[in-house]
């Protein structure tokens, strides 16, 4: 099952919030969702949600071109870290959609022609294609709200709880 007609390359901290939110293995299961096999290997660990769930991401791996590329993109541009420019890279080139809750890294990759989503539109993505129940997309952006370590401002959380809500009524 899928939640996009393109491929999602995630990043770590979208892996983090849908772990906090109780929906990473679900996510984790779609036919269409991809690590970097890079980002996996160096920036994963217990920190960032479920390492066993994790390990069952798919991967797409970095080409010799599309390093030769984010080695180029360091150089040029000192806000993003080596590893947003790598999630950027393969996205980019291999058209697929950027998972990401960086701002830097949206503002630019949105900037370059690649289209970005982020946790509150995954779990609308989610509860729209009945991956997950109405109620099941609640819970998590409660979840997300009541995590204290969450970067998702709470009046997005609530505004997507209402939407929810108001579908349904």
Same mark, same amino acid.
Do not use: W
């Given at each position: 099952?899928?939640?996009?007609?393109?491929?999602?390359?995630?990043?770590?901290?979208?892996?983090?919030?849908?772990?906090? $939110?109780?929906?990473?293995? +679900?996510?984790?299961?779609?036919?269409?969702?991809?690590?970097?096999?890079?980002?996996?290997?160096?920036?994963?660990?217990?920190?960032?949600?479920?390492?066993?769930?994790?390990?069952?991401?798919?991967?797409?791996?970095?080409?010799?071109?599309q390093?030769?590329?984010?080695?180029?993109?360091t150089?040029?541009?000192?806000?993003?870290?080596?590893?947003?420019?790598?999630?950027?890279?393969v996205?980019?080139?291999?058209?697929?959609?950027? $998972?990401?809750?960086?701002?830097?890294?949206?503002?630019?990759?949105?900037?370059h022609?690649?289209?970005?989503?982020?946790?509150?539109?995954?779990?609308?993505?989610?509860?729209?294609? +009945?991956?997950?129940?109405?109620?099941?997309?609640?819970?998590?952006?409660?979840?997300?709200?009541?995590? +204290?370590?969450t970067?998702?401002?709470?009046?997005?959380?609530?505004?997507?709880?209402?939407?929810l809500?108001?579908?349904?009524?």
């Open positions: 099952m899928t939640i996009t007609p393109k491929i999602i390359i995630t990043d770590t901290n979208i892996i983090t919030d849908l772990d906090n $939110a109780k929906l990473l293995e +679900k996510f984790v299961g779609l036919d269409n969702v991809y690590i970097n096999d890079m980002v996996k290997n160096d920036e994963i660990n217990f920190k960032t949600g479920n390492v066993d769930i994790i390990n069952k991401m798919k991967e797409i791996p970095l080409t010799v071109e390093l030769q590329e984010v080695n180029k993109l150089l040029e541009e000192k806000g993003l870290s080596l590893y947003d420019l790598i999630n950027y890279v996205a980019h080139e291999n058209n697929c959609i950027l $998972a990401t809750g960086d701002n830097r890294l949206k503002k630019y990759s949105e900037e022609g690649v289209e970005v989503i982020r946790t509150l539109k995954i779990i609308e993505l989610m509860e729209n294609k +009945k991956i997950i129940s109405e109620k099941e997309a609640i819970t998590a952006c409660i979840n997300l709200r009541d995590n +204290k370590y970067r998702i401002p709470e009046i997005n959380i609530n505004e997507l709880i209402n939407k809500q108001t579908v349904t009524s």
